[in-house]
């Protein structure tokens, strides 16, 4: 994914290589079968789009891989869900997007697609009831610091595989049918549930049988593929995918092989169904029984199983999806936040660790994918082997595997979330730094509901709650702040600016979730949770617990923010209120001294100072605390969320030049937790001890904390040193950690020469994408993170 100017916003977008092109086929044939089922019900409608898609879609083999399953008819292709929002496709495929068709032919009839769904779209359907006061507060495009997104797919149906393992789809749908069975027989129940439920178990019947027969299309296509193979060991390899696909996922898996390419199918399929974003699974967890059990008879070898996951891995790289330009400009680099688990406890609270665990590193360390992403869960007796590995490919620069840490997070779920100590130890994380839960109807909406620039809402508060950009009042009108007699009215009225947030954002996402929950049921993902296969409900409508989180950007620059105004305007009284106002409306031309003091004379967050730590305490604590007083359709709270991934960069382009020595438009901290790029000066262990004054348990929140090193200090004598500060990190209140191990020199060089560095990956926030994918601003955010060293 790379950047262009686009003109239908004004502003620069994320874009994709002359090499990759659109596939219409799924917007074909969904489309193609919901003109058929006009006024059936809507989870019946969603149900037979799904099946007509599977039925009709191209399918293919590659000619290298054992694992099968494309979502598109070319792996250069990308899909491209009309169902949520598409008039931003229609008015950029003559300018944009003119190249992503292979034709015009193609380009004309998705055109006639777009226009029977823009009536259609949740989006459009949200628009159509949302009230006028809260309409400047949806589009970034609007406001200058708030997208709430309600044009793409929901959060994933977080599979329990042990479960699912052990029915294959075959046996879901016999219990499914037995359920439709009692219910016909029994009509003493409200009739209303009861059509709702034989509606429920009707589609997800469809669903999985349609499912079963796609992967029998593609046991017939490896079957004809293999008469036609000249090379024997190729021919032996054909026949095994027709045999592993005749028999998965319609039954329980009985190999290791079998186990992967069920996998493959069901989390494919179930993003084919609704754009479904994210996932995260303990994968070492999942697929042990089956690889411990073909190596012990002999059927399976550790090389062997090596190749397969690398088959999977590159299988699950090609997922992707032509993406709204707002949810583009956070996942600048292209990335589908596909995250695969490794080590952490077990239930009984035991080291979780197995074979598995490394053949997961060796696989990431030997493809260099992008996704999966590999995520280590660290705890007090993880294997001291397992942390160099990861230490090994973490030193590659490759970004990977993030650590979380087992010792904040398990009793942060017990005591902020209310889960039980066994479920919090069989966490997942499905995206940057999300917890979630396997087997449970949660996170059912867009993983994410949208995003905001924090720093903004200082903007606001420093200027009467108007935009400095178009002059709107966007913000809260708070008072002239040159009547502000202390650091504690500035703090008042940037949080009167965090709850008008807030309010407006639970207005907004309660009427949007009501129209997720009636126009985008997923059949086939609900009928695969065991919970709502029993209740005969949608997972929409059967949540375990709702989570409506927000991320957010700009934390840091709060507080240094906060900290500059503090001891220049009211502790040392070097300037006055109205002296500091007067440089950052004028973009601190001609203040350049006064940006120069506030940069370096003030403490930073990141360099173990109690003065600007506080601030940052108080930013995390108060501002989650004002969303966690507001309430979803199903009771569950908002809350903030640090998954923000490269949205620190999309959400800054429209903040106002800050007290923290910021100019207008200029990033802000890559993360959540993270200092500003450049401005944490004394050592990475400072860096720890800063963040670990923000307590998960305290602020009720979770972190995204990026961390470079130069590459010498992760190696050789260093690597000891390494495995030592991680072993410090896991020891304090942290969430998380992740690096970038690359030196300014290469990254510079790539910029010069991008066509020598086609496979460099970088760490950008909560993900890893190829360095000379992302626009220009990214790149320089990265090169100005303090290389960081135990000299």
């Not at 589609?203 to 293999?226: F, N, Q, S, T």
């Not at 680099?333 to 609270?349: S, T």
Request: include cysteine.
């Amino acid at each position: 994914m790379r950047a262009c100017w686009d003109p239908i916003s004004g502003t620069t977008i994320a874009t994709y290589p002359s090499y990759v092109k659109a596939c219409i086929e799924r917007s074909r044939y969904i489309t193609e079968s919901y003109k058929q089922t006009d006024g059936k019900p809507e989870i019946i409608r969603r149900a037979k789009a799904f099946e007509n898609f599977l039925r009709k879609m191209m399918i293919y083999v590659d000619p290298w891989q054992l694992i099968v399953g494309n979502e598109t008819s070319a792996q250069y292709k990308i899909p491209i869900y009309v169902e949520f929002s598409c008039k931003w496709i229609y008015d950029r495929l003559d300018n944009v997007y003119k190249n992503l068709f292979e034709n015009d032919e193609e380009r004309e009839e998705l055109r006639k697609i777009l226009e029977y769904w823009m009536p259609r779209t949740i989006e459009a359907r949200v628009w159509r009831v949302l009230p006028d006061d809260v309409k400047d507060y949806v589009r970034f495009s609007d406001n200058n610091f708030m997208e709430v997104i309600f044009t793409m797919g929901k959060g994933r149906c977080f599979l329990d595989w042990d479960y699912l393992f052990k029915l294959g789809l075959k046996g879901v749908i016999a219990r499914a049918e037995e359920k439709l069975k009692k219910l016909k027989e029994n009509l003493k129940e409200d009739p209303r549930k009861h059509i709702e439920k034989i509606n429920f178990y009707e589609a997800g019947i469809i669903a999985c049988k349609a499912l079963i027969e796609w992967a029998l299309r593609y046991a017939e296509l490896a079957e004809k593929l293999a008469q036609q193979e000249d090379n024997e060991q190729r021919r032996e390899e054909l026949i095994k995918i027709a045999e592993v696909c005749r028999w998965v996922p319609e039954n329980p898996p009985r190999t290791f092989h079998e186990a992967l390419q069920f996998f493959h199918f069901v989390h494919l399929a179930e993003r084919l169904e609704l754009m479904s974003h994210s996932a995260g699974y303990r994968f070492d967890q999942i697929m042990y029984p089956y690889y411990k059990q073909d190596v012990e008879k002999g059927i399976l070898t550790k090389d062997k199983a090596l190749e397969l996951i690398e088959c999977l891995w590159f299988k699950i790289q090609d997922i992707g999806e032509l993406s709204v330009p707002s949810v583009a400009g956070v996942q600048v680099g292209a990335i589908g936040w596909q995250n695969l688990m490794l080590g952490g406890v077990k239930r009984d609270g035991s080291d979780a660790t197995n074979d598995l665990s490394y053949l997961m590193i060796d696989a990431t360390y030997e493809t260099r994918t992008l996704e999966p992403a590999i995520v280590l869960r660290y705890h007090d007796n993880i294997p001291k082997d397992l942390v160099y590995k990861a230490i090994d490919l973490i030193a590659t620069g490759h970004g990977m595997p993030s650590l979380f840490n087992d010792n904040v997070i398990i009793p942060y779920l017990q005591e902020v979330e209310g889960l039980s100590l066994e479920e919090a130890r069989d966490y997942i994380i499905p995206s940057c730094v999300r917890w979630g839960l396997a087997g449970k109807p949660m996170h059912m909406i867009v993983p994410n509901i949208g995003f905001f620039c924090m720093l903004k809402c200082l903007e606001f508060a420093l200027n009467e709650g108007k935009d400095m950009y178009t002059g709107k009042q966007l913000g809260y009108p708070t008072p002239d702040p040159c009547t502000f007699k202390s650091i504690e009215d500035v703090k008042e009225a940037f949080l009167k600016n965090i709850k008008l947030v807030a309010d407006k954002l639970e207005k907004i996402w309660n009427i949007a979730t009501a129209i997720y929950t009636e126009y985008a049921p997923r059949p086939f993902g609900s009928i695969l949770l065991e919970d709502c296969l029993e209740k005969g409900k949608e997972a929409m409508k059967n949540m375990y617990k709702e989570r409506i989180t927000m991320l957010v950007a700009g934390c840091t620059n709060v507080a240094d923010s906060l900290a500059v105004i503090k001891k220049l305007v009211f502790d040392d009284k070097v300037i006055t209120m109205d002296e500091s106002l007067k440089a950052l409306r004028n973009n601190w031309e001609g203040y350049e001294w006064l940006r120069q003091k506030a940069i370096n004379d003030v403490p930073k967050f990141g360099n173990d100072d109690p003065y600007v730590d506080e601030l940052m305490r108080w930013v995390h604590e108060e501002t989650n605390k004002i969303f966690r007083q507001h309430k979803g359709i199903y009771g569950g709270a908002y809350t903030l969320e640090s998954s923000i991934a490269a949205g620190y960069y999309a959400a800054a382009l429209k903040t106002w030049a800050t007290p923290d020595g910021r100019k207008a438009g200029e990033p802000v901290a890559d993360a959540t937790v993270s200092p500003m790029a450049g401005r944490d000066k004394k050592g990475p262990t400072a860096v720890l001890k800063s963040v670990s004054n923000l307590n998960p348990l305290r602020t009720g929140w979770n972190h995204l904390l990026n961390q470079r090193f130069l590459p010498q200090y992760v190696t050789g004598e260093y690597k000891e040193v390494f495995a030592n500060y991680l072993k410090t990190w896991s020891k304090l209140p942290i969430w998380h950690i992740q690096f970038n191990v690359v030196s300014n020199e290469v990254l510079r060089d790539a910029q010069k020469n991008p066509e020598k560095y086609q496979n460099l990956v970088v760490r950008v926030a909560g993900y890893s994408a190829r360095f000379i994918d992302l626009p220009k601003e990214v790149q320089e955010d990265i090169i100005r993170r303090v290389e960081q060293t135990f000299a």
